[in-house]
């Protein structure tokens, strides 16, 4: 069975730090893994969408990687903001079925 | 920007009552997903419908919960009676289903339940 890890659990950091999240699955049998961001008591926003096959995805300060062998994925945030505090989920999808999550990173952007 | 609707957004009710969730996915989405998620927790699979049709259902509690898409696009899922532990964040989503890899799941704003 599917199991996805997150650590770490919780995150602060000072304004304009970079930052890495990391994101661990133990079923390297994946169609594509995203990474969403979640602000408190709201639904969901993809972030970014690694295929299986790609090695890394970037959108404005935002990279994801992906190591489909080892099971790891990382999230960097550059030069981090406090609107960038918010809860950060990364998913698997297996397949075409429905996406396993972690259980989150809650990141806090200190200004 | 297409998205998709959740209502309502809060909804409060005492044990034993019933309560239903409504969702519209992005227009043209075959395929929708009804999630849950408990505070501090990752959210986790309810329901997964492609058009009409039921495809994982596994870990629906099927004594209280029921889930229905009749016509392939809008969805309503029902609990009754409503416990104390199905105090959550309903969360419904959708993707194309292009099957190539690049499905990427859009969420609603979500449905925050909170049984007293």
């Known amino acids: 069975k599917q199991e996805v890890t997150q650590i770490p659990a919780a995150l602060s950091v000072p304004e304009g730090e970079n930052l890495v999240l990391n994101c661990s699955f133990t079923?390297?049998?994946?169609?594509?893994l995203q990474w969403f961001r979640q602000d408190p008591g709201k639904g969901l926003t993809s972030l970014l969408l690694?295929?299986?096959?790609?090695r890394e995805q970037t959108s404005g300060r935002l990279n994801a990687s992906l190591d489909k062998s080892s099971g790891r994925s990382t999230l960097y945030i550059a030069a981090s903001q406090p609107g960038d505090s918010a809860t950060y989920l990364c998913?698997?999808?297996?397949?075409?079925?429905?996406?396993?999550f972690g259980k989150g990173t809650t990141l806090s952007v200190s200004s | 920007e297409a998205e998709v609707a959740q209502s309502p957004r809060y909804k409060i009710t005492e044990k034993s009552q019933a309560v239903a969730f409504w969702c519209d996915p992005i227009s043209g989405h075959a395929t929708l997903y009804w999630y849950r998620q408990i505070l501090g927790q990752g959210p986790e699979l309810l329901v997964q419908f492609q058009d009409e049709s039921v495809v994982d259902d596994s870990q629906l509690p099927k004594d209280r919960f029921s889930a229905e898409r009749l016509k392939g696009v809008d969805s309503t899922l029902k609990i009754q009676p409503a416990e104390l532990g199905d105090s959550a964040m309903y969360l419904c989503?959708?993707?194309?289903?292009?099957?190539?890899?690049?499905?990427?799941?859009?969420f609603g704003p979500g449905t925050r339940l909170t049984v007293l």
């Open positions: 079923d390297s049998a994946i169609y594509n």
């Open positions: 690694i295929q299986s096959s790609q």
């Open positions: 998913a698997v999808n297996q397949a075409g079925t429905a996406l396993i």
């Open positions: 989503a959708s993707s194309l289903h292009s099957g190539d890899g690049t499905d990427t799941q859009y």
